[in-house]
């Protein structure tokens, strides 16, 4: 006889879920025997491709912006309608503005602090009365917030990252006394549509030299690392923050 699937009967609610570490930790979550909300801002073919590969029966896709409470409210309210509750919180969603100081809008600004740090948030917020003990909240940040030396376009994604890390300690506090476990993974260069665009092959292969392996992570790399984060053998590790480059050199 088999053993269950570790996260069976478990429901994950992955915000920025269609594409990229989003929508490969879909597929980790569900490999793993989890039902899984996919939430997605515009384009619904990916999301609905992941339901059909997963099954209706443990999928559901959401159009919501993650960074908009009433969004926020109702994708929670469909997490909950469907599958009566939550137990892993995955916040994905973000952009990643290349705006150093001098060219930053107050609309640029408005923008990455509504998706970036708003929306994490009050996605806690909103989901906490719905969240079962011994849940799992992981967050994400970037490993560019312990670089030593990071390019003026990263000002405002790092600021916007460096508040996911102190939300994260703070909340791990706060919620751990409701037994609710608190995380943030930080992944370095990983292969996505967003960390590809607008780079040239020559930076690829520069950013690709600073890795001790030579190459810039995948996707299910992060998946990996924040499957294992949503599960029980994670329970003892609360308010850290888990950097995910392979080793890399950020500095």
């Avoid at 460096?162 to 943030?184: C, F, H, P, S």
């Amino acid at each position: 006889m088999s053993s269950p699937l570790p996260l069976a009967g478990k429901t994950a609610l992955v915000t920025g879920a269609s594409k990229g570490i989003g929508a490969a930790t879909v597929l980790e979550l569900s490999s793993l025997g989890a039902n899984v909300v996919i939430n997605y801002s515009s384009a619904a073919a990916p999301a609905d491709a992941l339901v059909e590969k997963i099954g209706s029966d443990r999928a559901i896709a959401v159009k919501a912006n993650a960074g908009s409470i009433p969004d926020i409210e109702r994708l929670v309210q469909q997490t909950v309608d469907r599958f009566g509750g939550i137990d892993i919180l995955v916040a994905n969603a973000g952009i990643l503005p290349m705006k150093d100081l001098e060219h930053t809008t107050e609309e640029d600004f408005d923008a990455t602090i509504a998706l970036n740090v708003k929306g994490p948030y009050f996605l806690v917020q909103k989901a906490l009365p719905h969240i079962r003990p011994s849940a799992h909240i992981i967050l994400l940040s970037t490993s560019l917030c312990t670089a030593s030396t990071v390019t003026p376009p990263y000002l405002l994604y790092n600021t916007s990252k460096g508040a996911i890390e102190q939300m994260t300690r703070v909340l791990a506090k706060d919620l751990g006394r409701r037994g609710i476990v608190v995380n943030a993974v930080a992944p370095g260069p990983t292969g996505t549509d967003l960390f590809f665009k607008g780079k040239s092959e020559d930076v690829l292969k520069m950013i690709a030299g600073g890795n001790p392996a030579g190459r810039i992570g995948t996707p299910g790399e992060v998946a990996g690392v924040v499957g294992w984060l949503a599960g029980s053998g994670s329970g003892w590790v609360n308010g850290q923050v888990l950097r995910v480059n392979g080793g890399m050199t950020v500095g």
